[in-house]
């Protein structure tokens, strides 16, 4: 990263450590459906293209379950063998882990059913970028979650992934699997209206209070993240290094261009 003082800016805020929490319209909806969610139990859905902030959403509202209540398992590694995820989550519920399926099964039921009945603690079971799990592993999330002939909920499951996710579950067979989702959200991405607004707060956060990228900027920003904060994120660095290097007083819609070309593949 090129010299950010020229800008009177202590660090790159459109990296991945800025602790600037995103007041987003997906991130507020998300965070809404997400604390239903915690409270009724049972399973989520939300799906949305790349980038679009799903897991930043996810990881703001962990961090802030009680850790005294809440038991959080996070699985990102979902193109699992059903060994594979059962291990895993064995693992994240602190199990031993088995050679056979079925022990594991019922040691994972037992697991969960002490922690909700004896501890007062209630599983959050999170499955990023659950558009890799096979379809194996989501119709046994059935009969895992299937708790005292289906009356009651002991435990939260989270399932987060590209849209490609909604045409698994739109399957005949996972019926049962969608008849027991209660929270279902679509991510947009961040909307163009957003766009000003988040380059002026992360560009405050590091100190920089004067604007920066022109209006035409923030148009052509707005056309080439296509929704992605991560892109979004991305074109606001390159830009900055470009403007730097060539000692520019404001970022236009020629250094958007450009950062766009910088990050093309070819």
Avoid: W
């Avoid at 059962?86 to 994972?108: C, D, G, P, Q, W």
């Avoid at 009945?117 to 499955?127: A, D, H, N, S, Y």
């Avoid at 890799?132 to 979650?145: A, F």
């Avoid at 390159?238 to 007083?249: A, D, E, R, T, Y």
């Amino acid at each position: 990263m090129a010299n950010l003082a020229y800008y009177s800016m202590k660090s790159n805020p459109f990296q991945k450590d800025s602790n600037v929490t995103l007041d987003l319209i997906d991130f507020k909806e998300m965070t809404f459906r997400l604390n239903y969610l915690k409270d009724t139990k049972g399973i989520g859905l939300f799906t949305g293209v790349s980038g679009s902030g799903k897991t930043y959403t996810l990881k703001q509202f962990s961090d802030n379950l009680n850790p005294q209540l809440y038991k959080v398992c996070y699985l990102s590694m979902s193109n699992l063998t059903t060994m594979d995820f059962y291990r895993a989550l064995s693992i994240e519920l602190n199990l031993e882990t088995e050679s056979r399926k079925v022990t594991m099964f019922h040691n994972i039921r037992e697991r969960i059913s002490g922690l909700y009945e004896k501890q007062g603690v209630t599983p959050v079971i999170i499955l990023d970028e659950a558009q890799h799990l096979k379809s194996e592993v989501l119709q046994d999330l059935i009969m895992l979650l299937n708790f005292d002939m289906d009356t009651v909920n002991k435990c939260v499951v989270v399932l987060t992934g590209l849209p490609s996710l909604n045409t698994t579950l739109s399957r005949a067979v996972m019926e049962p699997l969608r008849q027991r989702i209660v929270s279902n959200y679509q991510i947009v991405g961040i909307e163009p209206q957003e766009i000003s607004m988040y380059i002026e707060k992360k560009l405050a956060s590091v100190g920089r209070g004067d604007p920066l990228f022109t209006e035409s900027a923030i148009n052509a920003l707005t056309s080439n993240c296509q929704g992605s904060i991560r892109r979004l994120n991305l074109l606001l660095t390159h830009s900055l290094n470009i403007g730097i290097l060539k000692k520019l007083q404001s970022l236009s819609e020629d250094i958007v261009f450009e950062a766009t070309q910088e990050m093309s593949i070819i």
